[in-house]
Structures are given as structure tokens and as C-alpha cells.
């Protein structure tokens, strides 16, 4: 799309679980920033309860951003499409509650980002494979249920 930045792969990542966005954050090599500053002050608490230091992380072959709920994922989209920003992947829990759920927030995804690649990551699927086809496009999506392997998420990715 002309007028986008694409350097490398840009991915959004809403799960209310801090736990996983923890995993999500060490997985793909993110520092801290990844996080929003509410995300990561319960991060650097959880951290902490688990009394181990924090390791460096290597420099990631792509940018991501971390958030807890759906609401927070459309207002990061929407002012990274402002500043010229492709997000190309979005890994979504399907159930974020209180505010939207993950398919909720694909539609609004796609919506800013018709290309973006939508991976819910969910120990639920809450909707018909019909409902996700009509809402998101047929073979637009992919399901990942959790408990998920580190590789599962990596083959994802370019």
C-alpha cells in the first residue's frame, strides 16, 4: 500500500493475560517498550515475583507491540497506520474481557489494514469457522489453540 513503511514486519499482539504477553515477549526476542506502560508494569511485577533476573534480549527481526485488550489493539493500529506504519500480523486472544473479543477486533484490524495476517491464539474459539469466514474472509485467519509450542508461533512469522 503506498505511503506505508514496511522495514520489517510490524506485529500487534492482545491477550489480557499477562503471563502470555510475557511469553509472547521473550519468544520473539522484544524488549521491554514492546509493552504498553500498564502491560508492563504488571509484567515487571510478575517478573519480580518469579525472583529471577531479567536477561538481555537480542535485537528481534521485527517490531512488535504488546497490549491487553482489543480497544487498546484498534488505538495502536490506528496511530500506527497515522505515522505510515504496516502492522503486518495480529496474534489475538479470542476472549479479552470486559471490552471486545479477538474477532471483534480482527474486523476492526482488517478494516484499517486489509492485508494484516490474523492469528488468534486461544484456548477458545467462541465461533463458527462459517461466522470467522464471513466476518474475516475466507482462509484469512489461522487457529492457534493453547497451550501453544514456541515453534507454533515462530512458523507464523516471515
Not at 78 to 92: E, N, P, V, W, Y
Not at 98 to 106: E, F, I, K, V, Y
Not at 121 to 145: C, N, P
Request: aromatic content about 8%.
Amino acid at each position: 500500500v503506498a505511503g506505508l513503511n514496511i522495514i520489517h514486519p510490524y506485529i500487534l499482539i492482545a491477550d489480557d493475560d499477562y503471563e502470555m504477553l510475557e511469553r509472547y515477549r521473550l519468544l520473539l526476542g522484544l524488549p521491554d517498550e514492546a509493552c504498553s506502560s500498564s502491560t508492563l508494569d504488571k509484567l515487571d511485577d510478575f517478573i519480580s515475583s518469579l525472583g529471577e533476573p531479567e536477561e538481555s534480549t537480542p535485537e528481534a527481526p521485527w517490531e512488535a507491540t504488546l497490549v491487553e485488550q482489543g480497544f487498546d489493539a484498534i488505538h495502536t493500529a490506528t496511530q500506527a497506520k497515522q505515522q505510515g506504519t504496516s502492522i503486518t500480523h495480529a496474534f489475538l486472544d479470542m476472549r479479552m474481557p470486559p471490552g471486545m473479543d479477538g474477532l471483534q477486533t480482527a474486523a476492526r484490524l482488517r478494516e484499517l489494514y486489509p492485508q494484516i495476517k490474523i492469528i488468534f491464539v486461544s484456548a477458545y474459539i467462541d465461533h463458527s469457522t462459517e461466522e470467522m469466514d464471513r466476518v474475516l474472509g475466507k482462509a484469512h485467519w489461522h487457529f492457534l489453540q493453547k497451550p501453544f509450542k514456541d515453534e507454533d508461533i515462530l512458523k507464523l512469522l516471515p
